[in-house]
Every structure is written in C-alpha cells, then in structure tokens.
Antibody, heavy 121, light 109 residues
Framework: QVHLVESGGGVVQPGRSLRLSCAAS????????MHWVRQAPGKGLEWVAA????????YYVDSVKGRFTISRDNSKNTLSLQMDSLRAEDTALYYC??????????????WGKGTTVTVSS | EIVLTQSPGTLSLSPGGRATLSCRAS???????LVWYQQKPGQTPRLLIY???TRATGIPDRFSGSGSGTDFTLTISRLEPEDFAVYYC??????????FGQGTKLEIK
C-alpha cells in the first residue's frame, strides 16, 4: 500500500520556523517527483513546492520563495519542508503529494492526510 | 501564470440529477494537463480525471471530463449521495506553478 504520512505541524509565532516531514512507503520514493500542497482553513488548494526525483530541481509558489525550502532524503524515503519567517497567511493544512507521469499526462495521484500549521501570536 | 476560474461557486442539485462543473483557463492549455480532484469534508483530495477526460483508477463512469483550449467541464451524470463534495480543477503542466481553480461546491438541494 502506498502511504504518505506527514508530521511536524504545530502552533508557531509569526517570524519563527517549523520543519515538516513526510514519510513515504509502499513505492520507490526516489522514482517520483514530490510536492507540498496546502489548504488554509475553509479555503481551496494551493500548490506550495515541488522537488524533482534527485532534488536537481526545486520550485516554489511566489508567496513562499526565499522563506521555504523543500528537500528530500531518498535513502530514508523522506520529504521535508523547512518553513522560515512564518506568517499568519501560512496557516494551513499541509499535504505531501506524489507526482505521477503516464506520458503524456501528469497529475498528483497520492495524497497524505496532512499536518496542520498554525501561525499565531 | 495560468489562472483557472471555476463556476459556479456552489451548485445545488438533487441525487439522481446531472451536474455540470466548469473550469476556464486564462489562456489556452493543453488538455493533457487538465486534472480534476474531488474533496469530501474532512478528507484528502482524490484524483478523479486527468488529461481532461481520462478517469483515474476506480472512478465510476458517471464521472466524465471534456473540453479543450480554455474551457473544460466535469460532468456527473447521475448524482449519488457520496458525490456531494468540493471539486477542483488543476493545470498540471510540464513546469510550475501547478495552479488550482478555487473549487466548486456541489451540495444537496
């Protein structure tokens, strides 16, 4: 069974840092691009960051560039998101998501249950 | 950056009815990169349709996707109680950003 399990969420003050992790199992993690997607309370889905199979490419939504860093450890089947200089608007449920390619199609096929980040003083 | 606009914001229908959800892109996109997800309250999003019209594994055939260019549609032909949820379209191209529409809430009338 393919599983993605996020951890590391919590309540943090504005300006502080938090590191999210995602443990992957049931598939060859190193063969897949991975994403973080977030959902603010009562709001829609927002793509946050992506990382290529070997971490050779990393991409971010404009609102987190320079503050968030996505990384992965293929030896430990783990995806991470280091979040610095957190703002109230970063408050959301953060999902770890797997990329899938069925040429010529791309899509997000497996989602974790998410971990909640609350930025509040 | 491609912006996706979904309409209506909320759709109220009865079980057994037919739902038509729209997703409009701010510029022409390849249908290969148009994806639909379903999210039920308190649950994780679920992949429904990719490539604008290909159903994901396990998705019932009452769900269908169509469209090209800037206009895409998700149709649910015979609404079941479990279909009432929020639906998101996404442009998932060869490079980011991988934008989502704002969602359409399908509610029971």
């Amino acid at each position: 069974q393919v599983h993605l399990v996020e951890s590391g969420g919590g309540v943090v003050q504005p300006g502080r840092s938090l590191r999210l992790s995602c443990a992957a199992s049931g598939f060859t993690f190193s063969n897949y691009r991975m994403h973080w997607v977030r959902q603010a309370p009562g709001k829609g889905l927002e793509w946050v960051a992506a990382i290529w199979y070997d971490a050779s490419n990393k991409y971010y939504v404009d609102s987190v560039k320079g503050r968030f860093t996505i990384s992965r450890d293929n030896s430990k089947n783990t995806l991470s998101l280091q979040m610095d200089s957190l703002r109230a608007e970063d408050t959301a449920l953060y999902y770890c998501v797997r990329h899938r390619e069925d040429y010529p199609y791309f899509y997000m096929d497996v989602w974790g249950k998410g971990t909640t980040v609350t930025v509040s003083s | 950056e491609i912006v996706l606009t979904q309409s209506p914001g909320t759709l109220s229908l009865s079980p057994g009815g037919r739902a038509t959800l729209s997703c409009r892109a701010s510029q022409s996109v390849s249908s290969n990169f148009l994806v639909w997800y379903q999210q039920k309250p308190g649950q994780t999003p679920r992949l429904l349709i990719y490539g604008a019209s290909t159903r994901a594994t396990g998705i019932p055939d009452r769900f269908s996707g169509s469209g090209s260019g800037t206009d895409f549609t998700l149709t649910i032909s015979r609404l079941e109680p479990e279909d009432f949820a929020v639906y998101y379209c996404q442009h998932y191209g060869t490079s980011p950003p991988y934008t989502f529409g704002q969602g359409t809430k399908l509610e029971i009338k």
